[in-house]
């Protein structure tokens, strides 16, 4: 994208208060928050099933579970880290998958007959919310992004549009090459002449 025309969406946007959230936003600020709480939460609980397993020597038989548990320990911290660069895309691959996983084995091995829904109470508040938590805020995350993105896009193909109807207006078989040196030379901002001719017409 031009960076000169961009500027002017931005221009465009503060002129007539288009508000939407951003990633530099209290919005998403907030739900980065809100994952990474989410995640140190899941991920005590996640390492004292680990351990338990550990000390109780049942690792052989429940190996693809540690697998599965130790996958969500480092995915979900590689997901911390996208969220805390601002990629919610790369906290979303990181989290969204493997979460599922998890919470299916968490299920798997903590199944109570006399428990809430044949499962034991610590299922839910040790592992499915917190690991709730991570879901919602890495898709609110993503969404935020790719609704600022599509906005952003829509803004930018409206003035670049306008503007080469404009130019084209006066250049007979306008060329990519002229097309995007346009680009390169564009302001946005009113010429001296044309502010001299407004002054003088008024």
């Known amino acids: 994208m031009n960076e000169t025309i961009l500027a002017q969406v931005k221009r465009s946007e503060e002129k007539y208060n288009i508000r939407y959230a951003k990633k530099d936003g209290a919005l998403y600020g907030g739900f980065r928050v809100a994952?990474?709480?989410?995640?140190?939460?899941?991920?005590?609980?996640?390492?004292?099933?680990?351990?338990?397993?550990?000390?109780?020597?049942?690792?052989?038989?429940?190996?693809?579970?540690?697998?599965?548990?130790?996958?969500?320990?480092?995915?979900?911290l590689g997901g911390a880290v996208f969220g805390g660069f601002k990629i919610p895309i790369g906290t979303a691959i990181c989290s969204l998958p493997v979460s599922v996983w998890?919470?299916?084995?968490?299920?798997?091995?903590?199944?109570?007959?006399?428990?809430?829904?044949?499962?034991?109470?610590?299922?839910?508040?040790?592992?499915?919310?917190?690991?709730?938590g991570v879901v919602v805020s890495a898709t609110v995350m993503l969404i935020i992004d790719l609704r600022a993105r599509y906005i952003l896009k829509k803004g930018y193909e409206k003035i670049s549009n306008r503007l080469y109807a404009e130019y084209s207006a006066?250049?007979?078989?306008?060329?990519?090459?002229?097309?995007?040196?346009?680009l390169k030379t564009y302001d946005p901002r009113p010429s001296k002449k044309n502010k001299e001719n407004k002054k003088t017409e008024e």
């Open 35 to 76: 994952y990474l709480v989410s995640y140190i939460y899941a991920a005590v609980f996640a390492a004292m099933v680990i351990l338990g397993i550990w000390f109780n020597d049942e690792i052989s038989t429940n190996l693809n579970t540690v697998y599965t548990i130790g996958a969500f320990l480092v995915l979900g």
């Open 102 to 132: 998890t919470v299916i084995c968490f299920g798997k091995l903590l199944i109570d007959p006399a428990g809430i829904l044949g499962l034991n109470g610590k299922f839910y508040w040790a592992h499915l919310l917190p690991i709730l």
């Open 170 to 182: 006066h250049a007979e078989n306008l060329s990519e090459e002229e097309w995007e040196e346009f």
